[in-house]
């Protein structure tokens, strides 16, 4: 049967082409792979090969011919015996390609103009009368790992100096002795690599916890978080998941300068597929670590140093778990809103108890997961007090806040009885010099101040 | 390369070499089926052909045993298809089309399947080979005496990632088959502009990691070397390596005018050493099977090929919500 050879496309982006020079004549037997014509797109020259085998019957662009588009019968192959005259020299080929690749398009609906007020979720994470002890954040976070690991086999930790040094921070302190080391795993220094480790191990049904000395060393790691870990559930369609928790230390500890001191939540906080969690105090640290290992999707949990050591109220609970994705509010006020996460929320708390004595009320939430962001539960705040202040540890172009902002303006704009201020940490490396790097941080008088231009005070 | 041993007699039977005819010629003829649809519109994007290669994977998968897992980088079709993935699926998801193995959100980079234990499908140069070691860490952890077999390319084999890989397999004799599919080129550049070393798997050496060259456009010598391999693996040896060297006929992607190389040199391959063309020959010079029935085993690949560029047009495109689905578990 006598097919159409048809102008290829021969790049992502080619829609035309020159056919450059015709290598074979009317009457040649091809077969694969021969070579029949020199094409130009619009890259490079590139030579086309036959696919079927056959006799050229035809050639119907000239060579030299400019401008041809992609799927236009340049020529007919025939079988030995055929006759290409006979053949109707059109392009039905080309139609029917038109036709079986409809592109979609459809206007996605508006936005709704005026939102409700959104549902937010209220409810209390452990019960009120709870028996409370004090917990460092660092026997918490120790606490929710063992836990879990105690009631999952398949959940594993991973990382530098976890097992026998009982960790760099001693976040690991005794599961070694608990575990062993099939379960506890010191890594060579490669996080690159032991991340991919990691991350495979959980796409074969593991539950790995990888802890980052601190989350500076993981920038060495971004490609298998980012392109292995957080897109693979929606490249395989729903089929393959990733199920880890990647945890560390994360922003400035002190006197440490630049390649040690920075906040990375904005950064994950722009991935689809990626959970991410920032907590402060020590039972939203065991609570929300417990429900990222058992979270199907790959979590990225940061943590502080400075924080690591100071102690909280611990409920007596058993099995305490803190739900991802749903803010806290510390603080019910109606002057103002301050929203932050991790250790921003120790200024923000401080600047509200200051504000307290001048007479301002600030309602504080601690937004504890970053991503999937409770944007309701700033929103429904801002309708209260109709003033917005975000307080976070890194960079202000691109930052969490701004971000919030945005999603107030759109979501809230009506409400607002003054601009949105995202304080944020100052826009430089982080010096070592002591005077510096305390200029450098975001501070609770600064927290203060912003609340004062909000509310005009 | 190494040029292709006919001299030596296999030691195999006529079931297997048809076998072998049969699953190479079903990933050439899908490739060159591939090519031609890119060619009309069809396919977008990258699209990475295997043609040429097909004597590692289908050497390799006669190795494998049920359950044991592969991964691999972006040139994955022969791999989906040599461990019985759907070619309609495949085919669909080249196309972008609700039938695609990932639902047309893939494509030709990245498709997966639990079922037949193959994790990828994957797009960054070397990503995989960490990816691999891991899902061997997880078949030690259960103990369940699985193998992994992990490709990359000779490209692949100069990102660090693959030397902290080979140090951590090593240390924790993780059952990971690495095969470095050296074909000779990484994009356009030759390995002798890109390499340190001539052959690739003597890198594993100074992790401890043994291995060895094997000829990958002979069959039966990729599949003698794979059972070793594995042999070496599931006896809790930890790692090896096969470096494969090989030879792809076609650019890097649809969209490379290959002038880093000559038209003759891969003229000369095509005729002196094609994997599929040897096991040909041995059929009929054993009169293990006439002109005839390599003719009908043509004609059922070319159906197979056919159902699939068919149903790859024919199945719809993704429904516009399954935009903003499989985000989250």
Partial sequence: MATEILMPALSPTMEEGTLAKWLVKEGDTVSSGDIMAEIETDKATMEFEAVDEGIIGKILIVEGAEGVKVNTPIAILVEEGEDASALPASAPAAAAVTEAAPVAVEAAAPAAAVPAAPVVDLSPDWPADAEMTQQTVREALRDAMAEEMRSDENVYLMGEEVAEYQGAYKISQGLLDEFGSKRVIDTPITEHGFTGIAVGSAMAGLKPIVEFMTFNFAMQAMDQIINSAAKTLYMSGGQMGCPIVFRGPNGAAARVAAQHSQDYTAWYMQVPGLKVVAPYSAADAKGLLKSAIRDPNPVVFLENEILYGRSYDMPQVDDLTVPLGKARIWREGSDVTIVSFGIGMQLALEAADKLAEDGINAEVIDLRTIRPMDTGAIINSVMKTNRLVTVEEGWPQGSVGSYISSVVMQEAFDYLDAPVINLTGKDVPMPYAANLEKLALVTTDEVIAAVKQVTYR | ?329
């Fill in chain 2, 1 to 329: 390369m190494a040029a292709r041993k006919t001299t030596k007699k296999p030691n195999v039977s006529a079931e297997e070499l048809k076998t072998y005819y049969r699953e190479m010629l079903l990933i050439r003829r899908f490739e060159e089926k591939a090519g031609q649809l890119y060619g009309m519109g069809l396919i977008g994007g990258f699209c990475h052909l295997y043609i040429g290669q097909e004597a590692v994977v289908v050497g390799l998968e006669a190795a494998a045993e049920d359950g044991d897992k592969r991964i691999t980088s972006y040139r994955d079709h022969g791999h989906m298809l040599a461990c019985g993935m759907e070619p309609g699926g495949v085919m669909a998801e080249l196309t972008g089309r609700e039938g695609g193995l990932s639902k047309g959100k893939g494509g030709s980079m990245h498709m997966f399947s639990k079922e037949k234990h193959f994790y990828g499908g994957h797009g960054i140069v070397g990503a995989q080979v960490p990816l691999g070691a891991g899902l061997a860490f997880a078949d030690k952890y259960k103990e369940n005496g699985r193998v992994t077999f992990t490709y990359f390319g000779d490209g692949a084999a100069n990102q660090g990632q693959v030397y902290e890989t080979f140090n951590m397999a090593a240390i924790w004799s993780l059952p990971v088959v690495f095969v470095i599919e050296n074909n000779q080129y990484a994009m356009g550049t030759s390995q002798a502009r890109s390499t340190s070393t001539k052959d690739i798997y003597h890198r594993g050496e100074a992790f401890g990691i043994p291995g060895e060259i094997v000829n990958g456009m002979d069959v039966m010598a990729v599949k003698e070397a794979g059972e070793k391999a594995v042999a070496h693996c599931r006896a809790g040896k930890g790692p090896y390596i096969l470096e494969v060297k090989t030879y792809r006929y076609r650019g890097h992607s649809m969209s490379d005018p290959a002038k880093y190389r000559t038209r003759e040199e891969v003229q000369k391959v095509r005729e002196q050493s094609d994997p599929i063309e040897h096991v040909r020959e041995l059929l009929l010079s054993g009169k293990h099977a006439s002109e005839d029935d390599l003719k009908a085993i043509d004609k059922e690949i070319k159906e197979i090929v056919n159902k699939a560029a068919e149903f790859s047009k024919e199945s719809p495109e993704p429904s516009l919500d399954e935009l903003w689905t499989d985000i989250y578990a």
